[in-house]
């Protein structure tokens, strides 16, 4: 768990309600709901389990959106401006631009499939972790 | 000419398609009660019956007859739309659908507003909604009116403007009538059907030359006056450094354009949870990448089969590629069949677009900007209703003045000005903590005003021998697309404009549980904003 420093600006109160200190009744579910059932987000958001959760997702889909604008990139560019190489024949008249462009779908496909697959393995458990921790459900 | 098939057939096979269309959407509409029924279906459709619904959104008039007419007409330029088409699924896929469908419930504005001051970033959402789907439609639309001028060899203009004002009203009545859950439905039989077509076609294609592309390729490069040259890049737009950068920024648009689309943003809204709306995306983009695969071969088939003269001559030109490939190689009856499935996308496509339109007015302007967010459910849908009405009407008109261009081209437009008023605002304020209502509204109206201001000065409006006036001369700048920059500057403005302005007051609350929504998923249903 994180270590109980109060974050600047934070009263003494809102603190103990947060981190659920103020009852000692039923912290647990008192740390992320409020009396009237509303989730407090705030506090959610600084729980290791969201922190992680939000570092898994983000370091797969930047670099991966990074890969395939690049690789779009790469073949819009070369198509404009390296036509002699695109044009060189491959297969009967077929040539690799035509193959560079069928390459975009392949790794289309690959990266839908790798995603799918990443969410299902690492996102989907740890944001069932996270709704039972908190309590919050979807 | 004996290119067109017989129209009586022609009319009737489309007419059994909108009967049987009606029917369903009527069935499907029994209890369109609340707004969530009208919006979104109630959430009710499944991932995989979404993500068809989602490609069939896609595979619109400027997919099937577009692509394949610019591939028939340009050779691997055109090809080059289909590209850009598959690949800008996974900007939705990785960057927009999950936290998109936990943050919002019927309209971008509900995301865009989340944590912001309401009212004028809603006004700001429902503007761009309506510019971007106006130019969306206004493609479609010229579709139509080539595709009926082929098939019911319809040649003088006001025939072609009467026949689309008859489409226009056709589509008005499936939005009236089946609110999301009838339109769904009709893109999903659409798009199944638009599939089977184009597989078939593809197949047999594929069996007349041996199996082989390169053979398709080769008797295509006959038919056309470039030669072998059309089958390299450049055909349409390699010749001077100017049309390179167009070239470019054609391509740019193409892949961010697809997913900042309103009504392709609504659809995330039909299905119950994220883990729905990822499923979608991933059906859409097999399914995209089947019929991208397909009609590459279709494009070059006609190019082969049919001729580039023979297709530019025929009513309708570039567009007509498909159909006089059908009629070739199916005659009068495959003919009739591939333009009722071109027709009934045109129609579904234009249904999904208005109800997009009318959503984001009825929920955005009415109920949250002039009602402030007090306003009676079936008053607001009403609203929609009204508003659906004066879209297809206005919609209708458009397209009359823009018939006969090419609506792959005339969508890439819209797919420009989606990216540059959308993509930049929904990644801000999804990812970027401390944006704020100015930079919102700086990145909403940056990117559309610079996209317009560009549109209107470029040589698609005037001062070229395509252009749509091409008596008259006020083009100054270059490119007959402008997201190479249009795009960055919406970023650009959207990022000064929020670190040159103070933060929110009052809103570290909302953009806490906006972060927690989008990410994690929890607190979505009963949760506040929207």
Redesign the interface.
């Known amino acids: 768990m994180t270590k109980a420093i109060r974050s600047p600006g934070e009263t003494l109160q809102e603190y103990r309600e947060i981190r659920g200190f103020a009852s000692f009744d039923d912290p647990a579910t008192l740390s992320y709901v409020d009396s009237n059932g509303k989730p407090n987000y705030e506090a959610i958001r600084q729980t290791d389990e969201f922190r992680a959760l939000r570092r898994r997702l983000t370091t797969f889909i930047f670099p991966m959106t990074a890969l395939f604008l690049t690789s779009y990139l790469t073949f819009v560019l070369l198509s404009a401006y390296a036509k002699d190489f695109v044009s060189t024949k491959v297969i009967g008249v077929v040539n690799l631009g035509i193959l560079l462009g069928l390459g975009q779908f392949v790794t289309s496909i690959i990266i839908t499939l790798g995603y799918s697959r990443y969410a299902k393995r690492r996102l989907d458990p740890q944001r069932k972790l996270l709704a039972e921790k908190t309590g919050v459900e979807e | 000419m004996p290119t067109t098939g017989n129209p009586v057939l022609n009319l009737s096979v489309f007419a059994v398609f909108v009967l049987i269309t009606l029917y369903v959407v009527y069935r499907a509409s029994s209890r369109n009660v609340t707004a969530s029924d009208y919006y979104a279906a109630g959430g009710s459709f499944t991932g995989a019956q979404n993500g068809v619904a989602l490609s069939g959104d896609f595979l619109s008039a400027a997919s099937f007859l577009g692509i394949s007419g610019g591939i028939a007409a340009h050779g691997?330029d055109g090809?080059?739309y289909?590209?850009?088409w598959?690949?800008a699924?996974?900007?939705g896929?990785?960057?927009i659908a999950e936290g998109l469908r936990n943050t919002g419930r019927f309209t971008v504005g509900d995301v865009l507003a989340f944590r912001m001051r309401q009212r004028p970033v809603r006004a700001a959402a429902a503007n761009a909604t309506l510019v971007i789907s106006f130019f969306y439609m206004i493609a479609q639309m010229a579709g139509a009116g080539g595709l009926v001028a082929l098939l019911l060899d319809v040649t003088s203009k006001w025939g072609q403007a009467l026949l689309i004002a008859l489409v226009g009203m056709i589509m008005v009545a499936y939005v009236l009538i089946g609110g999301m859950k009838g339109t769904t439905w009709v893109q999903i039989i659409k798009a199944v059907l638009l599939l089977l077509c184009v597989t078939t076609m593809t197949v047999f294609l594929l069996g007349k030359f041996g199996l082989?592309?390169?053979?398709i390729?080769?008797q295509a490069?006959e038919n056309n006056e470039l030669g072998?040259a059309v089958?390299?890049?450049?055909a349409k737009?390699?010749f001077s450094a100017m049309s390179?950068?167009d070239?470019?920024s054609l391509?740019l648009s193409l892949?961010l354009g697809i997913a900042s689309l309103p009504h392709v943003l609504m659809r995330f809204y039909t299905v119950p949870?994220a883990?729905e709306a990822?499923?979608s995306?991933?059906w859409a983009?097999?399914t995209m990448?089947i019929f991208?695969?397909c009609t590459?071969v279709i494009g070059f088939g006609a190019m082969a089969l049919v001729g580039t003269d023979t297709i530019a001559a025929a009513p309708g030109g570039e567009n007509s590629a498909a159909p006089l490939l059908a009629f070739r190689i199916g005659g009068a009856v495959l003919l009739g069949i591939v333009s009722a499935v071109a027709f009934a996308t045109i129609l579904a496509v234009v249904a999904g677009l208005t109800l997009a339109a009318s959503a984001s007015f009825a929920h955005d302007v009415y109920a949250n900007v002039i009602k402030r967010g007090d306003a009676e459910p079936r008053r607001e849908i009403r609203v929609a209703r009204l508003t659906a009405v004066v879209v297809g009407a206005l919609s209708i008109i458009g397209g009359i003045a823009a018939n006969g261009q090419n609506v792959a081209f005339l969508v890439s437009l819209a797919l420009a000005l989606a990216a540059s008023a959308n993509l930049s605002t929904i990644l801000y304020t999804i990812?970027w903590r401390r944006f704020n209502t100015v930079g919102t509204l700086w990145s909403i109206y940056g990117g559309l005003g610079s996209c317009l201001v560009l549109i209107l000065f470029s040589p698609v409006l005037s001062g070229s021998r395509t252009s749509i006036f091409p008596d008259v001369d006020f083009a100054w700048f270059p490119l007959g697309n402008p997201g190479i920059v249009s795009i960055p500057f919406s970023f650009l403005c959207g990022f000064v404009a929020t670190i040159l302005s103070k933060p929110d007051a009052d809103k570290?609350?909302l953009a806490?549980?906006m972060?927690?929504?989008a990410?994690?998923?929890?607190?979505?249903?009963g949760?506040?904003g929207s």
């Open positions: 691997y090809f080059l289909s590209v850009g598959v690949v699924w996974l900007v896929l990785l960057l082989s592309l390169s053979a390729m080769q490069a072998a089958l390299d890049p450049g737009y390699g390179k950068l070239f470019v391509a892949v949870n883990v990822r499923r995306v991933v983009t097999w990448v991208y695969l590459l990812f570290a609350a806490a549980e972060e927690v929504r990410i994690a998923g929890i607190g979505v249903k949760g506040t």
